[in-house]
T-cell receptor, first 110, second 114 residues
Framework: GQSLEQPSEVTAVEGAIVQINCTYQ??????LSWYQQHDGGAPTFLSY????GLEETGRFSSFLSRSDSYGYLLLQELQMKDSASYFC???????????FGPGTRLSVLP | DAGVTQSPTHLIKTRGQHVTLRCSPI?????VSWYQQVLGQGPQFIFQ???????GRGNFPDRFSARQFPNYSSELNVNALLLGDSALYLC?????????????FGSGTQLSVL
């Protein structure tokens, strides 16, 4: 079957760095995405990795290791507004049906 | 430009009823996908449509159906509602049918089945 695992909750303070891990098990693999979702809001795209390595976009970076079926999202210089749920998602075919993880709820404390 | 718009934002139905949810994609986007998100969980894929054709279907019963119109808007229909259908229904659009990494989500329709 298809499954993704993420920590359920992470807590950090403003200005800190936090890493949210994601391991996946899918029948096919075309890329790993990360989405942010604030309470009551729509999921918003953060990053996408199709190849091994690190992708950096401002304060956010995402890493992928296909051999380990593992990726992570790194958030630097945390701000209060980063408090949200973060989902990893794997595209297991060439279409647009992504398999989402259960989500990690990040709480940023002052 | 407007983002993905969904209507209604909230809906309350009773068991056994039928519901229709609507989605307008971003202008120029030809692919629409539907996802179900139960509270505290990640979105779960229901359907993908591209150029009015179904391109993917998730593990949902036949009570769930969808269609896409010539203007690329889409409807999700759910028949014989069950309590377990209570969830946030998200619509996402993208330009192509595949190969793209980014989905643009609407704010969803919160469906409550009593």
């Amino acid at each position: 079957g298809q499954s993704l695992e993420q920590p359920s909750e992470v807590t950090a303070v403003e200005g800190a760095i936090v890493q949210i891990n994601c391991t996946y098990q899918t029948s096919g693999f075309y890329g790993l995405s990360w989405y942010q979702q604030h309470d009551g809001g729509a999921p918003t795209f953060l990053s996408y990795n199709a190849l091994d390595g690190l992708e950096e976009t401002g304060r956010f970076s995402s890493f992928l290791s296909r051999s380990d079926s593992y990726g992570y999202l790194l958030l630097q210089e945390l701000q209060m507004k980063d408090s949200a749920s973060y989902f990893c998602a794997v595209r297991d075919n060439y279409g647009q049906n992504f398999v989402f993880g259960p989500g990690t709820r990040l709480s940023v404390l002052p | 430009d407007a983002g993905v718009t969904q209507s209604p934002t909230h809906l309350i139905k009773t068991r056994g009823q039928h519901v229709t949810l609507r989605c307008s994609p971003i202008s120029g986007h030809k692919s629409v996908s539907w996802y179900q998100q139960v509270l505290g969980q990640g979105p779960q894929f229901i359907f993908q449509y591209y150029e009015k054709e179904e391109r993917g279907r998730g593990n949902f019963p036949d009570r769930f159906s969808a269609r896409q119109f010539p203007n690329y808007s889409s409807e999700l229909n759910v028949n014989a509602l069950l309590l377990g259908d209570s969830a946030l229904y998200l619509c996402a659009s993208s330009f192509q049918t595949g190969g793209e990494e980014k989905l643009f989500f609407g704010s969803g329709t919160q469906l409550s089945v009593l």
